[in-house]
Nanobody
Framework: EVQLVESGGGLVQAGGSLRLSCAAS????????IGWFRQAPGKEREGVSC????????YYADSVKGRFTISRDDAKNTWYLHMNSLKPEDTAKYYC??????????????????WGQGTQVTVSS
């Protein structure tokens, strides 16, 4: 069974950093584009970043550009979201998701068909 498992969330003070991980079973980085999304209580799910397969092209939401970096470790079948200079408004549950279009660059949740269970990130002021 194909699964995505996120980890690395937690509580951090404003200005701090966290690294989220997304581990995939079965498929490899050659097969899928991966996106990171977040959803805060009472708000819609928001696309944060994505990385394509192959060349590993990346795309970021304006709200996180310059602060967050998406990366992958092909040997570990794991994708990462490095989050720096965190702000209280970054507080949300973060999800990784896979799209079976390897070169997709999208922050639209409808383009992604496989989702992890999420990991909570809380940034205190």
């Amino acid at each position: 069974e194909v699964q995505l498992v996120e980890s690395g969330g937690g509580l951090v003070q404003a200005g701090g950093s966290l690294r989220l991980s997304c581990a995939a079973s079965v498929f490899t980085s050659d097969d899928y584009a991966i996106g990171w999304f977040r959803q805060a209580p009472g708000k819609e799910r928001e696309g944060v970043s994505c990385i394509s397969s192959g060349h590993g092209n990346t795309y970021y939401a304006d709200s996180v550009k310059g602060r967050f970096t998406i990366s992958r470790d092909d040997a570990k079948n794991t994708w990462y979201l490095h989050m720096n200079s965190l702000k209280p408004e970054d507080t949300a549950k973060y999800y990784c998701a896979a799209a079976n279009h390897p070169e997709l660059l999208s922050l639209n949740a409808i383009d992604f068909h496989l989702w992890g269970q999420g990991t909570q990130v809380t940034v205190s002021s």
